[in-house]
């Protein structure tokens, strides 16, 4: 195995819901981690962890202090999870182009003299738009938001990149990831939460589905592409259980695994925009190209976040 300190990794994004276990599960797998924080605040998912990663105070927006920080880290791999506009309450358009295309753009440029061995942009679901069967990463796609636009555009831009440069640099698209650390408004975190608080399990009018994948098959696949580095270059893998499931599902299996149970008041919820009949990831590349599949049951992982939610929902308290 190589020594800790030529396993350097570079991550944008780590204080957000899949960087902070993430680098937990880099950490776990020793390799050395250097995150970048724009903020002076400790971010609350990396508290725990502070003392065993490296925290450089630098924004994705600047190109001139990030290159200068990547050349004197040089680091080995560099995953990219920096991202704008993934929640209904970030609407600023400009800052959207400016931290997706912009940002992605100044990471590219800055690391373009490292000698890397792996570059993992970080791409979305959301970039197919709204599909009736299973997504393949050759479908078309027809993004129906400002940032599933901005995410598709950087997905390319990573791929031309890739081929010019001779780079090796591959884009990951997460489906509806879920698990430990998660943003409080998102769909599982908040039944997770309102079933510890006994309060009423809010749920839209349809029957929405989607592809829910627990979140440590989300970082086994990133590992996994890691190790394969310049193998699999320029390529595109969705990361999805390869099933999906309706909200009411979801909250009926919550009540089995967990022997609990609240009031549900279904329609209660407006049905969002990005809200489909259907949501599925076809995975069949990342098992062939990765070696590459989901190990968690939705039971499995649910029941695994509800016991960690459970131990950890003071994070969630308003």
């Known amino acids: 195995m190589n020594k800790k300190n030529e396993r350097r990794v570079f991550i944008t994004g780590a204080s957000?819901?899949?960087?902070?276990?993430?680098?937990?599960?880099?950490?776990?797998n020793n390799y050395s981690i250097h995150v970048?924080?724009?903020?002076?605040?400790?971010?609350?998912?990396?508290?725990?962890?502070?003392?065993?990663?490296?925290?450089?105070?630098?924004?994705?927006?600047?190109?001139?202090?990030l290159r200068s920080l990547l050349l004197r880290i040089k680091p080995d791999y560099i995953i990219h999870l920096a991202t704008f506009g993934a929640y209904y309450y970030q609407t600023?358009?400009?800052?959207?182009?400016?931290?997706?295309?912009?940002?992605?753009?100044?990471?590219?440029?800055?690391?373009r003299n490292i000698s890397y061995k792996c570059f993992?942009?970080?791409?979305?679901?959301?970039?197919?738009?709204?599909?009736?069967?299973?997504?393949?990463?050759?479908?078309?796609?027809?993004?129906?938001?400002?940032?599933?636009?901005?995410?598709?555009?950087?997905?390319?831009?990573?791929?031309?990149?890739?081929q010019l440069n001779k780079k090796p640099i591959v884009t990951l698209r997460p489906f509806s990831v879920y698990g430990p650390y998660e943003e409080p408004t998102r769909f599982i975190p908040s039944i997770m939460i309102s079933l510890l608080l006994k309060n009423p399990i809010k749920l839209t009018p349809g029957n929405q589905r989607r592809d829910f994948i627990y979140i440590?098959?989300?970082?086994?696949?990133?590992?996994?592409?890691?190790?394969?580095?310049?193998?699999?270059?320029?390529?595109?893998?969705?990361?999805?259980?390869?099933?999906?499931?309706?909200?009411?599902e979801i909250v009926s299996k919550l009540f089995k695994v967990t022997?609990?149970?609240?009031?549900?008041?279904?329609?209660?919820?407006?049905?969002?925009?990005?809200?489909?009949?259907?949501?599925?990831?076809?995975?069949?590349?990342a098992k062939k190209a990765l070696g590459w599949e989901p190990t968690h049951t939705i039971d499995k992982g649910l029941k695994s976040t509800y016991s960690w939610f459970k131990k950890n929902i003071e994070f969630y308290k308003l």
């Open 259 to 285: 022997n609990e149970k609240t009031v549900i008041k279904k329609g209660e919820y407006p049905k969002r925009t990005w809200d489909t009949s259907h949501w599925l990831a076809d995975i069949s590349h």
């Open 120 to 162: 993992i942009n970080t791409g979305s679901s959301s970039e197919y738009g709204y599909k009736s069967l299973p997504m393949t990463e050759t479908d078309s796609c027809n993004p129906a938001s400002y940032y599933a636009a901005t995410k598709l555009a950087t997905t390319y831009i990573c791929k031309i990149f890739a």
């Open 92 to 111: 600023d358009f400009k800052k959207i182009i400016e931290v997706n295309i912009e940002g992605t753009r100044n990471l590219l440029e800055a690391s």
């Open 216 to 248: 440590d098959d989300v970082c086994n696949a990133y590992l996994r592409t890691l190790r394969l580095g310049s193998k699999i270059r320029g390529e595109i893998f969705n990361i999805g259980a390869g099933n999906e499931h309706t909200n009411d």
């Open 36 to 65: 970048l924080n724009r903020d002076n605040d400790l971010p609350w998912r990396l508290k725990a962890i502070s003392h065993s990663i490296t925290i450089h105070k630098e924004d994705i927006t600047k190109l001139r202090p």
């Open 16 to 28: 957000g819901f899949i960087g902070a276990n993430l680098t937990r599960a880099l950490l776990k």
